[in-house]
């Protein structure tokens, strides 16, 4: 395994309210990313890291916003969960000419 | 703006055939990697392919790349039951760590 959990990995929640999706590495790699999965997609990202305090926008970046304040945990968050963003979501390491995936987070705004 | 086209997006085959998988990508990209999907798990990594001409094979699957055409393919070999999943091809985008991943190809194999 790669040392990646991510928490929590099952969540409802109403539309309106805020949402924080936890993503916890041991490796110590620099590099961090959020994506969403959903049908008929692939992956997409969301958000990634490149290092502490340095995050940047990916392809599907509205309505999410994403901290990392130790080079361990990466946070998104969805400040006003909206029906458009249940998904499942994984989060990413990168590590020597690899990525490798956790086991994803199946949120499911009502 | 790098795109990523996967054919054929549904694949149903027997088992003991040969079949291969095509990731097309628009855009100059420095390497490509294959993932492996179970349903309702995660992304299991398959193959980095990282110069043209790369070729990787393990056990029933190979994979190579051809930058120049911008093609990546993924042969299976004499499929069994155990390689049903989704595979998807993720090329990088040029000059970064980002990947931009295909749909996938639901790969189904019938005894």
């Known amino acids: 395994d790669a040392g990646i959990t991510q928490s929590p990995r099952h969540k409802v929640t109403e539309t309106g309210t805020p949402v924080t999706l936890r993503c916890h590495q041991t490796e110590n790699h620099r590099y961090m990313y959020w994506y969403r999965q959903d049908p008929g997609h692939g992956l997409r990202l969301i958000h990634y890291?490149?290092?502490?305090?340095?995050?940047d926008k990916g392809e599907v970046s509205d309505g999410y916003s994403v901290s990392r304040s130790k080079t361990e945990d990466f946070l998104l968050t969805l400040e006003s969960a909206t029906s458009s963003q249940t998904s499942v979501y994984f989060c990413?390491?990168?590590?020597?000419?690899?990525?490798?995936f956790g086991p994803g987070t199946r949120l499911t705004v009502t | 703006e790098l795109k990523v086209e996967q054919n054929p997006l549904f694949l149903s085959m027997q088992e003991g055939k040969n079949y291969t998988i095509y990731c097309n990508y628009s855009t100059t990209s420095d390497r490509l990697y294959w993932y492996r999907q179970d349903p309702g798990k995660s992304l299991e990594s398959l193959f980095v392919l990282l110069s043209n001409g790369a070729v990787k094979q393990e056990g029933r699957l190979m994979a190579s790349l051809d930058t120049k055409a911008r093609l990546s393919t993924l042969h299976i070999t004499a499929a069994v039951h155990d390689l049903s999943a989704t595979y998807f091809c993720a090329p990088s985008k040029g000059g970064s760590e980002k990947l931009v991943f295909g749909k996938g190809t639901k790969l189904t194999v019938n005894p």
């Open positions: 890291s490149y290092g502490v305090k340095d995050t």
């Open positions: 990413a390491i990168e590590g020597e000419n690899e990525q490798y």
